[in-house]
């Protein structure tokens, strides 16, 4: 699957592999998982520096904890009735909002 796809799409697609292959667990369940895959991310970032050593260069890995990472946020999502393109919408909105007012997107 080399397309991309809209949230409505991935959506979907990660609800029907979740679904197929049994994947289904509760959301608090899902956001210990989601942490989990966050922490591995930044592990990957780390390594790709040496630890700070060295300027950033992507690991092999790097796009695949991406992935990983996306997918427990997609089943956040769906195991909660969240629509993705809203909350972003949304979100973007509140961001544009703040840096009328602020100058900056920060909540403080």
């Known amino acids: 699957m080399n ?23 509760s959301p608090e369940l899902r956001y210990i998982d989601l942490t989990s895959e ?16 060295n300027q950033f260069s992507a690991t092999d890995n790097l796009e695949s904890e991406i992935g990983d990472t996306l997918y427990s946020l ?24 703040r840096f009328f007012e602020k100058g900056n997107i920060g909540s403080e």
């Open 74 to 97: 997609i089943c956040i999502a769906n195991s909660l009735d969240i629509n993705l393109s809203n909350a972003l919408i949304k979100v973007l909105q509140k961001y544009e909002k």
């Open 3 to 25: 397309e991309d796809l809209s949230f409505r799409k991935v959506q979907e697609n990660v609800a029907q592999m979740t679904e197929k292959y049994n994947l289904e667990i």
């Open 38 to 53: 966050v922490g591995e991310l930044g592990k990957e970032i780390l390594l790709s520096t040496e630890y700070g050593k």
